[in-house]
C-alpha cells in the first residue's frame, strides 16, 4: 500500500505515515472527528505520497436497490467538489462502518455491503479514479475488501487497536485533535425526546401555535412576537448558563432540560420559525453568549417532537452555526446535517452545510450579524445571515435558481401555515458547491438550495408551519457531511 499522510498541524508541518489497512482504520475517527456509525466514509488522496483531502460521509441506505445511484452521487460529489477546491484526486479510500446485526453477527454484515463497496470502487475507476483500499469495520473489527492475502487480511477479520493506544492517536493529542465520541451519540444529543414527557411538550406547542401563528401572519403582531421571542430566549441562554455544568454529557443534557418549562420551550420554537427572529437569535455567536446559546438551541431541538419535528430546523441550524461559528466543524456538520434530514428545503441550514464543508471563513457571516457596513447585499428578500452565507468571495455555494420558461425567475410570496406540503425522497446535496451531481433527476439527489419551482427554500416563509404527522420511509437518510482538503 503506498504511504498515506495526514496532516495534523495547520502548517503541514506535522505528519504520520500510515502503511496499513490497520492504520487507516484507526485513522478514520480522527479523519470525520467522531467515531461513524452506520455510514459511508469516502476520503481523497492527493499527490504521490498520498496526502488526505476532501472526505464525505453518508449515513449507508437501508434499501440496496438505492446503492448504484448513491455510489455514482458520492463518487461524483468527492471528485468534482475536490476538484473546485483545485485538486483532483489521485486515489481514494472507502469506509463502510455498521454494528453487527442481531442475526449473523459481523461477517454477515461485511458480506451484505460488499456489494456497496464493489460499487464505490466502481463508481469511482469510471471516474479514473481508483480506490486504494476500501475498509468493513463492524463489532470492534476491520476487513479488507481489496487485499486477498488471508495471512494479513483473514476471514475473521482484524482487531482494532485499542482507543489511546496507537501512533495516529499520540500524536492527535499532540497537537489538540479531540475525537467525540460516536456519530449516534453526537445526534442523540439532538434528537426529541420520547416517552411521557414528549406528550406534554406536544401539548405545550399546540397551545403556544393556536397563540402565536395569527400573531405572526399580522405584520404588527409578528414584531411583537419576535421581540417576546427573543427576550424570553435570553432569559433561558442567561437561566442555563448561569448554572453549573456537569461534567457528563448525558447528565448535563438532562439538567439543561430540567431548567426549561415546557410552555417556554414551545413560545421559543415557535417564534424561532420566523426567519428575521432567527437571525436576531444567531447573533449570540461569540464570547461567553456562545456556548450557552449552543445549550440552548441544543435544548429546544430536543423538544420538537411529534409531529412539530420540523419545526427542528431552526434550532438546529442555529446550533450548526454556532458549533461552526466557534470552532467544532464535527459538531456543527452532525446538527446541519440533522436540520436537513428534518427539512430538505431549508435555506439557511444548506447554505452554512455547503459552506462549512467547502471550509470557508464564517467570519463573513459574523460579520453581517454583527451589523458591519462592509456587508456586501443579497438577494432581495433574503435575511441578512441567508445573504451572508451565500455571499463569499469563495466557491458558489448553490446553483442559482432555475427561470421559469418565458420569464426571469420567480420568487414565491409569504405563504399562510401549510397542512400538508408535499415531501418527496430525501434528497442528497452535493457538498462541492456550484456543479449539480450527474444523475439529477434520480432519488437521491437533491434541488437547487434555491428551493422547488426557482423559488426561494423554505425557510423564507416567514410564519410557523402547521405541524403534521410524518409519513416513513422515502430517500437515502442525511445529507452528507464533508471535510474540506
Avoid at 146 to 157: F, L
Avoid at 304 to 313: D, M
Avoid at 418 to 423: L, W
Wanted: proline share 10%; glycine share 12%; net charge positive.
Amino acid at each position: 500500500m503506498n504511504q498515506h499522510h495526514e496532516s495534523t498541524g495547520p502548517a503541514d508541518a506535522q505528519q504520520i505515515t500510515l502503511r496499513s489497512p490497520a492504520d487507516l482504520a484507526d485513522a478514520l475517527p480522527y479523519l470525520m472527528g467522531f467515531h461513524p456509525t452506520d455510514s459511508v466514509g469516502m476520503v481523497a488522496l492527493h499527490g504521490r505520497r498520498g496526502r488526505f483531502g476532501g472526505r464525505l460521509r453518508l449515513g449507508i441506505p437501508g434499501s440496496a436497490q438505492e446503492w448504484p445511484d448513491v455510489a455514482e452521487q458520492l463518487a461524483d460529489s468527492l471528485i468534482s467538489g475536490s476538484e473546485r477546491r483545485g485538486s483532483r484526486p489521485d486515489a481514494v479510500v472507502v469506509f463502510l462502518c455498521q454494528d453487527p446485526a442481531r442475526e449473523g453477527g459481523a461477517r454477515h454484515t461485511v458480506e451484505r455491503l460488499r456489494p456497496l463497496a464493489q460499487l464505490l470502487r466502481t463508481a469511482c475507476g469510471a471516474l479514473d479514479v481508483p480506490v486504494l483500499e476500501a475498509l468493513c469495520i463492524s463489532g470492534g473489527r476491520y476487513w479488507s475488501y481489496c487485499c486477498p492475502d488471508a495471512r494479513c487480511c483473514p476471514d475473521e477479520g482484524n482487531p482494532l487497536a485499542l482507543p489511546g493506544t496507537t501512533v495516529m492517536a499520540a500524536a492527535a493529542a499532540y497537537v489538540g485533535i479531540q475525537v467525540r465520541g460516536s456519530l449516534r451519540d453526537m445526534e442523540a444529543r439532538l434528537a426529541p425526546h420520547t416517552g411521557p414527557g414528549a406528550q406534554a411538550q406536544r401539548r405545550a406547542l399546540d397551545t403556544a401555535a393556536a397563540a402565536l401563528v395569527a400573531r405572526i401572519l399580522d405584520a404588527r403582531g409578528r414584531v411583537g412576537v419576535a421581540d417576546e421571542t427573543l427576550a424570553l430566549a435570553r432569559v433561558l441562554r442567561d437561566r442555563l448558563g448561569s448554572t453549573p455544568t456537569p461534567v457528563a454529557v448525558e447528565e448535563a443534557d438532562a439538567r439543561d432540560d430540567r431548567l426549561i418549562e415546557d410552555g417556554e420551550a414551545a413560545a421559543v420554537i415557535l417564534g424561532l420559525q420566523d426567519r428575521d427572529t432567527r437571525d436576531r437569535a444567531a447573533q449570540w455567536m461569540e464570547g461567553a453568549e456562545a456556548p450557552r446559546a449552543l445549550r440552548l438551541w441544543r435544548a429546544l431541538a430536543r423538544r420538537c417532537v411529534g409531529p412539530y419535528v420540523e419545526h427542528a430546523a431552526a434550532p438546529l441550524t442555529l446550533a450548526g452555526w454556532v458549533s461552526w461559528s466557534t470552532g467544532d466543524e464535527p459538531g456543527a456538520r452532525v446538527a446541519l446535517a440533522l436540520a436537513l434530514r428534518s427539512d430538505p428545503q431549508y435555506t439557511f441550514a444548506l447554505l452554512l452545510h455547503q459552506a462549512c464543508n467547502e471550509g470557508l471563513d464564517p467570519e463573513t457571516l459574523r460579520r453581517c450579524l454583527r451589523g458591519d457596513d462592509d456587508m456586501p447585499p443579497g438577494p432581495p428578500g433574503d435575511t441578512p445571515a441567508v445573504a451572508a452565507a451565500g455571499a463569499t468571495d469563495g466557491p458558489a455555494l448553490s446553483p442559482a435558481p432555475p427561470a421559469p420558461v418565458g420569464g426571469a425567475p420567480r420568487r414565491t410570496p409569504a405563504k399562510a401555515p401549510r397542512t400538508a406540503p408535499s415531501r418527496g425522497a430525501r434528497r442528497l446535496p452535493d457538498p462541492g458547491g456550484a456543479r449539480t451531481p450527474r444523475g439529477s433527476g434520480r432519488p437521491g439527489t437533491r434541488p437547487e438550495a434555491g428551493g422547488r419551482s426557482g423559488g426561494p427554500g423554505r425557510d423564507r416563509i416567514s410564519a410557523p408551519r402547521v405541524p403534521r404527522q410524518r409519513r416513513s420511509g422515502g430517500g437515502v437518510g442525511a445529507s452528507p457531511d464533508g471535510m474540506p482538503s
